[in-house]
């Protein structure tokens, strides 16, 4: 049986330039549409059964985060269920995947995939629930529906969002174990919870650019995490209709999840910079941190993003512009696609597990700090 690749599937990206010999394959990664962004790659390898796979990205080196290559290790799936991490190094400007195949059909991916037949899985399985509502919030520029998950009837109000980069599947599964949790009727602290706040979860703010392989960018090429104080329907419809649900229940916490390529570890980057940033947002924001690292050790407080200086802030980046617009507790949280180098895990990496397991802890941290916001 002859090699045979392929990326023509939901999330799919991959450029085959040669397969000829399993041990000398030359591909390349294609950016997302519009745009000079990516870096995700997700593909099928057929074929492959007995066959020591070796598999060259020859455009790594215009990636775009570099530093997201070192000690990087590709994920790899049999089952599209558990994803293993492979022998994966960067060299001379050149990616390099290695893999013994056990099957005759495998897939790799920049991090474990988040379809969107899943995200389909999650609303239905979601809504089955007592007092939780789907709604579409509007279409994206694909004609795609943006799904929010409604929960809780509480007076405070808090909303998460995630998935603004599409290729940050780790957000979704995060986003997955924190539903898990909520909608779980013996938890005392999902109930206790439910009963104080509402919660508008927005599950993936990007499908299009999920669908389509981007790892950064929408259908337009737009990065929407540069769009909150300028979104339009004709540029970043998703943003658009989130900020007019917004406007209309108001905010009390407001946290975005999201992946970063370079940092091997788990953290928040908060609103420190906005125009409006208080002394008091300040204790709010570090009584978080303090509560979630507490709480779960794969979360840490030691490495992040540096603080920009008071006023200097990027106002149309989510957090920034939430913080200053909304006078609320503004987050956005960071996970690795490398893997936690507090805690690390040579098999799995950064897992999809993982992901759930530390969105399940924050509803500790919310609940520490509830009273306060």
Request: hydrophobic content about 40%; charged content about 25%.
């Amino acid at each position: 049986m002859s090699l045979h690749i392929s990326d023509q599937f939901d999330s799919g990206n991959i450029i085959v330039k040669d397969a000829q010999s399993p041990n000398d394959i030359r591909l390349e990664i294609r950016r997302d549409n519009g745009s000079d962004f990516f870096q995700w790659f997700h593909f099928r390898v057929s074929g492959a059964r007995g066959e020591t796979l070796v598999m060259h990205i020859e455009n790594a080196s215009e990636a775009a985060y570099l530093e997201g290559w070192s000690d990087y290790q590709a994920c790899a799936s049999y089952d599209r269920e558990t994803w293993f991490r492979i022998d994966t190094d960067y060299q001379d400007g050149v990616l390099t995947l290695r893999h013994e195949a056990d099957l005759d059909t495998i897939w790799f991916a920049y991090f474990a995939p988040y379809s969107h037949e899943r995200h389909q899985d999650l609303l239905a399985w979601a809504q089955t629930h007592d007092d939780v509502f789907v709604d579409v919030l509007g279409e994206t520029l694909d004609g795609r529906t943006l799904d929010c998950v409604t929960v809780g009837e509480g007076e405070k109000t808090i909303w998460i969002t995630a998935r603004q980069h599409p290729g940050e599947s780790m957000a979704e599964w995060w986003v997955e174990g924190f539903l898990n949790r909520l909608l779980d009727e013996d938890d005392p602290v999902a109930r206790v919870l439910k009963d104080k706040v509402r919660f508008h979860i927005v599950p993936n703010m990007n499908p299009d650019g999920s669908v389509r392989g981007h790892l950064r960018t929408n259908a337009k090429g737009i990065n929407l995490n540069r769009e909150w104080d300028k979104a339009s329907l004709e540029n970043s419809p998703e943003v658009f209709h989130v900020l007019e649900k917004i406007k209309e229940t108001g905010v009390d916490l407001h946290l975005d999840v999201h992946g970063d390529e370079g940092l091997p570890y788990n953290f928040i980057a908060g609103g420190e910079g906005a125009p409006n940033f208080t002394e008091a947002d300040q204790a709010m924001l570090d009584a978080f941190k303090t509560a979630l690292a507490s709480i779960s050790p794969d979360f840490q407080t030691e490495y992040g993003y540096a603080v920009d200086a008071p006023g200097t802030a990027d106002l149309s980046i989510c957090t920034n512009y939430m913080s200053n617009t909304f006078d609320c507790l503004a987050m956005t949280l960071e996970m690795p696609f490398k893997d936690n180098a507090d805690l690390p895990d040579p098999v799995y990496g950064w897992s999809p597990e993982r992901c759930r397991k530390l969105g399940a802890a924050n509803l500790d941290a919310i609940h520490a700090v509830l009273d306060a916001i």
